[in-house]
């Protein structure tokens, strides 16, 4: 999977979802930057995000994948308990 180690989140989207376009306004209104923070793959156009997507069972977009976790839909719970756990205690 095409993810460096600074990256914290992976959104497997496509064109026109609305609930990835949601995942992607509430990672920016976050501060996170694309391309620093998270990546965005479009798996209309990725055939190996597809075939990641698809041997997980999972049949609809977006797909967020942080460290071993990974969920479908727009979940700002989940995006938001992962950044907390970022956080120095």
């Not at 995942?23 to 923070?37: A, M, Q, W, Y």
Request: with cysteine; charged share 25%.
């Amino acid at each position: 999977m095409p993810e460096t180690t600074s990256t914290i989140f992976t959104l497997m989207s496509k064109p026109g979802c609305v609930q990835c376009n949601a995942t992607l306004r509430h990672f920016e209104s976050k501060g996170l930057v694309e391309g620093r923070d998270f990546v965005v793959l479009d798996v209309t156009k990725d055939a190996e995000a597809l075939k990641r997507l698809q041997d997980l069972n999972y049949a609809q977009a977006p797909v967020v994948f942080f460290g071993n976790d990974h969920w479908s839909g727009y979940r700002p719970d989940k995006i938001d308990k992962h950044l907390l756990s970022l956080q120095p205690a």
